[in-house]
C-alpha cells in the first residue's frame, strides 16, 4: 500500500474479516442500527498487554473501554484543558447509562514503575507523561500509611494504590457519585497479571483484591 500501512494490521484485518466479522455480523448490524448499550465501562493502561476485550472475552458492544497510561481517573475539575477521560466517564455515564465502572490495573505497569523511579525514569519528567502520572501522589501519600507487611512489593502495593485512588476519584465526579449515591451505577476495582492471567478484584469493604473466580482452574497444579 502506497502509504505503508503496516502489513501485519492487513493481514490481522483479513483475519477478522473472515473470523470476527462474520461471526459478529448480525449482531454488528443491530449494533449499527440501533446503537451501543454497553452496561460496563473499563477503565484500563494503554499498555499493548492487558486489553480489556480480551481479558473479559467480551464481543463487540459488550465494553466501553478508556485507556489511558497506567488506567487513572483525574478528579473532578473545571479547569481548562482537554480533559479526555472525563468526557469518556461524562458519555459513558450520562449517555450510556453504564452500570458499573471498572478501574483495571496491570501488573508490571510502566507508567506506575515511572512514577515510583521519579526522576530517574526517561519519562518521569517528560511534557506529558510525567504531569499525568503526578495523579499517582495522594495514591503514595496514602500507601505511606500503609503497615509495613502490605508493602513488601512496592510496585505492586502501587499499582494498587493507584487503582484505589482512581476510585476515589470517580466519586468527585457529581454524576458518577450521584449515580452510586442512587444504586444505578457500581465502581470496582481490579487489576490483571499478565504472565500468569490472573485477576484479582477489590473487596470494596476491605479493599483488598482478592483472586476472581474461575483463575483457580488454571491455576490448579496439572497431572
Ligand atoms: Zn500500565
Request: proline content about 6%; some cysteine; overall charge negative.
Amino acid at each position: 500500500m502506497a502509504n505503508e500501512f503496516p502489513q501485519d494490521l492487513v493481514d490481522g484485518y483479513g483475519r477478522y474479516l473472515q473470523k470476527g466479522y462474520v461471526r459478529f455480523r448480525e449482531q454488528q448490524e443491530q449494533l449499527a442500527i440501533y446503537g451501543q448499550k454497553p452496561e460496563v465501562l473499563v477503565i484500563s493502561c494503554c499498555d499493548s498487554r492487558v486489553a480489556p476485550e480480551g481479558v473479559f472475552h467480551a464481543g463487540p458492544g459488550e465494553l466501553f473501554v478508556v485507556r489511558n497510561v497506567a488506567n487513572l481517573v483525574p478528579p473532578f475539575e473545571q479547569t481548562e484543558g482537554q480533559h479526555g477521560t472525563s468526557a469518556a466517564l461524562e458519555y459513558a455515564v450520562r449517555v450510556l447509562k453504564v452500570k458499573h465502572i471498572v478501574v483495571m490495573g496491570h501488573a508490571k505497569c510502566g507508567g506506575v514503575q515511572a512514577f515510583r523511579q521519579n526522576a530517574n525514569a526517561p519519562l518521569a519528567t517528560g511534557e506529558f507523561i510525567g504531569r499525568w502520572i503526578k495523579l499517582l501522589e495522594p495514591a503514595a501519600i496514602a500507601m505511606a500509611c500503609m503497615p509495613v507487611d502490605r508493602l513488601d512489593d512496592p510496585q505492586l502495593a502501587m499499582e494498587y494504590a493507584g487503582v484505589r485512588q482512581s476510585l476515589k476519584n470517580l466519586r468527585t465526579f457529581p454524576f458518577i457519585d450521584q449515580a452510586c449515591t442512587d444504586g444505578s451505577l457500581k465502581v470496582h476495582g481490579a487489576w490483571f497479571d499478565i504472565g500468569s492471567g490472573e485477576l484479582r478484584v477489590m473487596d470494596p469493604e476491605t479493599e483488598r483484591f482478592e483472586t476472581c473466580p474461575g483463575y483457580e482452574i488454571i491455576a490448579a497444579p496439572q497431572g
